[in-house]
């Protein structure tokens, strides 16, 4: 049983379109999180929610928008793809503190052409 | 702001040799350490982790030492397989502020046979 399912895993599309990602947790866990990994693989936090409510939005721009229905759930919605967005995103999930860890999902492989 | 710092990669051993990736970290508060690792083509998984000073994180054989009077959390193993070829992320996580994981810039590692 997975604990952070992503999907799609890989997603292919041309500028310009609108596209989301969608992430589920079965841990019970509080609060959750989107990651881009760039071509360099370094890993930087865009979005985090606990329990619904949006507690972290680094420097993103606006045509990414998060959504959270329920705490089980973070999807990542993307408007106007452009090329730059082109990397891996992934979803994390932790319990409020942190303390026992981050459980990421398998990532989803975005290439925008 | 919190930030982690990790050897630059890519760092390229024979099989059955010993392994060092060293990370130093800079902090606001008492941090808990990780280690994540990312094997080719998949996700991101948690190696180890430490949540206070002189805690000893170990699993598969690799192990890392929390040393406060250092800032360091150094990943070693003592005898590198085939398998262990993958990116190695040192990562921290404080409580002071909005929870989230900040990430090392990641070691590739390369074990030839």
């Known amino acids: 049983d997975t604990a952070v399912s992503q999907t799609p895993k890989y997603l292919v599309t041309q500028m310009g379109n609108d596209k989301s990602i969608k992430c589920e947790q079965n841990l019970g866990h509080d609060t959750m999180y989107w990651y881009k990994q760039d071509s360099k693989k370094f890993l930087k936090i865009m979005f985090s929610y606990n329990n619904k409510e949006l507690i972290i939005n680094e420097i993103v721009p606006n045509r990414f928008s998060p959504k959270s229905p329920d705490k089980a759930h973070l999807n990542l919605h993307i408007n106007s793809l452009e090329l730059g967005d082109s990397a891996v995103y992934f979803c994390?999930?932790?319990?409020?503190?942190?303390?026992?860890?981050?459980?990421f999902g398998s990532g989803t492989r975005l290439t925008v052409v | 702001g919190n930030s982690v710092t990790q050897m630059e990669g890519p760092v390229t051993l024979s099989e059955e040799a010993f392994l060092t990736i060293n990370c130093t970290y800079t902090?606001?508060?008492?941090?808990?350490l990780f280690w994540y690792v990312q094997y080719p083509g998949e996700g991101l998984q948690l190696l180890l982790k430490?949540?206070?000073?002189?805690d000893k994180g170990s699993n598969k054989g690799f192990e890392a030492t929390y040393r406060k009077e250092t800032t360091s959390f150094h990943l070693e193993k003592g005898s590198v397989q085939v398998s262990d070829s993958a990116v190695y992320f040192c990562?921290?996580?404080?409580?002071?502020?909005?929870?989230?994981?900040?990430f090392g810039q990641g070691t590739r590692l390369t074990i030839n046979p």
């Open positions: 994390a999930s932790s319990q409020v503190t942190g303390y026992y860890g981050y459980t």
């Open positions: 902090a606001t508060g008492y941090p808990s």
């Open positions: 990562a921290l996580s404080t409580v002071q502020g909005a929870q989230k994981l900040v």
């Open positions: 430490a949540t206070k000073a002189d």
